[in-house]
């Protein structure tokens, strides 16, 4: 079993590792938005010791501005 990579509670991988999958972001308005890791490192210069959690508690909801409240890494895009 390597259940322990499914990203919760909180991704600690380094982005790289994770920058063919999709982070999916849930917000306390009910926003959800799918991000490509790989396009969000590229975007924002990440460095590549940079750990998903701390990309994600950088990130604002598109909507209403407010952190994520939930956060899970899927291999694709749903
Ligand atoms: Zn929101």
């Known amino acids: 079993m390597s259940k322990h990579l499914d990203g919760r509670p909180k991704p600690v991988n380094p982005v ?29 210069e990440l460095a590549s010791t940079v750990r998903l959690y701390q990309v994600v508690e950088r990130m604002g909801c598109h909507r209403c501005g407010r952190k994520p409240v939930g956060v899970e890494v899927k291999d694709r895009r749903r």
């Open 16 to 44: 790289w590792y994770r920058k063919q999958e999709w982070l999916q972001l849930a917000c306390r308005c009910g926003h959800r938005a799918p991000l490509h890791i790989g396009a969000l490192a590229l975007q924002h």
